[in-house]
């Protein structure tokens, strides 16, 4: 059985009439059921027509299920089903519909486009009876799969039941508009709901031949009338502008009328510095104050004017800094007022980011002081580069107690400088780390549980891991052919770096409580750098064993002028010497001469990559 909806025949009356409109596009009602004037009862089963027919109708389901609207302007859906008309669902097209929850199942309510049977249906709800709303409620579907001819399925499964309020279907329809209209330099404000263009002229304007500027919008291509128009009395007839897309138009009434008095408006709309608002600009603060970078060369000032009719802004640029700038606004009424914007530049920055000493020793930036360390007996090393701001010179005091930034303006900021010699660690030996180890230099700090911790490698305005050294560690040595840490935390990676070289293993620490190599060789001592090399967490070592250099060949002969008399080590130059004993083990460390006479024996002396062998009698 097929009974057709009463509110159809008023939707063709309806297809022009818009929900809202914004440049042109006008949401307008192309189907809208309300059960009004509807009190059937339909209980044969029967099924669905084909759904492409011209005819909205319903279809009641088999198995005793019904379709209803024994109140007024509502219906109950019970295991039915029905379909919209065709309509065109091509473009920007809504679903609106209003409904609750007749009676709690777990069957469901579906909404589908262009689905005729009960397979597949759900595509645009597919809701259980516990989701659907109990009270009368909206919802909102965007149709994106339509075409020229459509239609909407509504079906609700056996035995579940929905009360449906209202259905409506919308599509977007553009229409010709004016979007913008400006006379004698004013914007005039445009209603399309009402179809009114209004605007205020400046006081004087010939209000009798006006020329306006008019922009469409929508789907117009065209206006009228064009060129000049006679607006002196259109505060009580307004003219009527027409905007065409060839087939619909759009009127407006437009009014202009001119201000009764000149102008007194002699303010700024905006004030810039080099292409950029003045900070904290408002129209009615007259004075400025602004600091220009160190180096900046002399600023460029505009500013626009708020009053069309306001004179242009006579505007007076800084020859020197520092110096301040005017901007004269005159009102079209006469009078005037001067912005004014005091110039002055800020010190040259004098940031300090790296040291790195000619020994290869980052050192520690924090704040004010600046920290970094040198092998014991070796002499005191000097600045080898820096990274400060730009035009800055870095350089260490007379007295060797502050490192001096000068800046590109020639004052100076001081930092208190630490430098000094760590004695390294000697002899065989394997140690658990308690952060008393004053062999140990970092930024960071001690765990009881990372060990001696290394940061990852990220500089921050609030965190500074870099360039304080928090990233890094050196572990100052003697003389030995490895050393083997045990990770404190999971494997990290590194960089390593022995006596300012960097090695190409290893690339990574070893897993928490595990250990990893670090192998050394041709010096007497070593400073051992270990770099974090990730952008995420903390590393860090909690124990060191160490292996003994290993001699394998002696040179007896002088060496960098080294000599042995039979009873003293001659070291003229002060050449870093080691002292071993025919078992390897360490006796003498030192850059000046060596008394021997009291020990007997055979002895290596090394220096460097070099070695010879002296028999004290």
Same mark, same amino acid.
């Given at each position: 059985?097929?009974?057709?909806? &009463?509110? *159809? ?6 297809? !022009?009439?818009? =929900? ?9 009602? *192309? ?8 009190? +059937? ?8 027509? %084909? ?18 609207? /024994? ?40 909404? =589908? ?21 109990? @009270? #009368? ?41 004016? /979007? ?20 205020? !002229? ?60 000149? %102008? ?16 904290? #600009?408002? /129209?009615? +603060? ?51 007022? &001067? ?17 790195? #000493? ?16 040198? $092998? ?15 035009? =800055? ?34 002899? /065989? ?19 009881? @549980? ?15 891991? *870099? ?121 003498? =460390? ?5 008394? $021997? ?21």
């Amino acid at each position: 059985m097929k009974k057709y909806f &009463t509110k *159809i025949l008023a939707i063709a009356a309806m297809l !022009l009439i818009g =929900a809202w409109n914004v440049n042109g596009q006008t949401e307008t009602i *192309i189907f809208h059921e309300t059960f009004n004037n509807m009190t +059937t009862t339909n209980t044969t089963g029967n099924g669905l027509t %084909s759904g492409n027919t011209d005819d909205t109708c319903y279809v009641v389901g088999g198995g005793g299920s019904a379709m209803k609207c /024994s109140i007024d302007g509502t219906m109950d859906l019970t295991g039915g089903r029905f379909a919209t008309k065709n309509l065109d669902l091509t473009g920007d097209v809504k679903l609106y519909v209003t409904y609750k929850l007749g009676s709690a199942t777990t069957k469901k309510f579906q909404i =589908a486009i262009d689905v005729s049977g009960t397979s597949g249906v759900g595509g645009i709800l597919n809701e259980e009876g516990a989701d659907s709303p109990t @009270d #009368f409620t909206t919802k909102q579907f965007t149709i994106t799969t339509g075409t020229t001819a459509s239609y909407i399925h509504f079906r609700t499964e056996s035995s579940h039941t929905i009360i449906l309020d209202e259905i409506k279907i919308t599509k977007v329809i553009s229409s010709p508009i004016i /979007s913008s209209f400006t006379a004698a330099g004013v914007s005039a404000t445009i209603n399309d709901e009402a179809g009114t263009i209004t605007a205020e !002229l400046p006081y004087g304007t010939n209000l009798t031949s006006i020329t306006p500027n008019i922009e469409l919008g929508g789907s117009a291509i065209s206006y009228t009338p064009t060129g000049a128009q006679d607006f002196s009395n259109s505060s009580t007839t307004p003219v009527t502008y027409t905007a065409s897309d060839g087939t619909n138009t759009k009127n407006y009434a437009v009014t202009l009328t001119a201000k009764a008095s000149a %102008s007194t408006d002699a303010t700024l709309s905006d004030l810039k510095v080099d292409g950029t608002t003045v900070t904290g #600009f408002v /129209s009615s +603060t007259l004075t400025y104050d602004v600091i220009l970078p160190y180096g900046s060369a002399n600023p460029v000032v505009t500013a626009v004017k708020n009053d069309p009719v306001a004179s242009d802004p006579v505007i007076t640029n800084v020859t020197s800094l520092p110096g301040s700038a005017t901007v004269l606004v005159t009102a079209q009424a006469g009078n005037s007022q &001067t912005y004014t914007i005091n110039f002055t530049v800020a010190a040259a920055l004098k940031e300090l980011t790296e040291l790195i #000493f000619s020994n290869s020793f980052n050192a520690f930036i924090k704040g004010e002081t600046v920290a970094a360390y040198y $092998m014991a007996g070796q002499a005191k090393p000097t600045i080898q580069s820096y990274q400060a701001s730009a035009g =800055a010179t870095v350089a260490i005091s007379a007295d060797g107690t502050k490192v001096v930034v000068t800046g590109a303006d020639d004052v100076d900021r001081e930092l208190a400088l630490t430098l000094e010699p760590v004695t390294p660690i000697t002899g /065989s030996t394997s140690v658990t780390f308690d952060g008393t180890e004053t062999w140990i230099k970092t930024g960071y700090a001690f765990y009881a @549980d990372k060990g001696w911790a290394f940061a990852k490698a990220v500089e921050e305005e609030t965190n500074k891991r *870099i360039s304080e050294g928090k990233s890094r560690i050196y572990f100052f040595v003697g003389s030995y052919s490895k050393l083997t840490f045990t990770s404190g935390t999971v494997k990290r990676n590194i960089k390593v770096f022995v006596n300012g070289t960097e090695l190409a293993t290893p690339t990574e620490t070893a897993a928490s409580n595990s250990t990893f190599d670090i192998d050394l060789s041709g010096a007497s001592n070593y400073m051992v750098g270990i770099y974090s090399n990730q952008t995420s967490g903390d590393g860090g070592m909690t124990a060191l064993t160490t292996t003994p250099q290993t001699i394998t060949s002696a040179k007896q002969t002088q060496e960098l002028g080294i000599s042995f008399d039979g009873k003293t080590i001659r070291n003229p130059n002060g050449v870093s010497l080691h002292v071993f004993d025919i078992a390897g083990r360490l006796v003498h =460390a030192s850059h000046t001469d060596i008394e $021997m006479n009291n020990q007997k024996g055979i002895y290596i002396v090394k220096s460097g990559a070099d070695a010879m062998k002296i028999c004290v009698k």
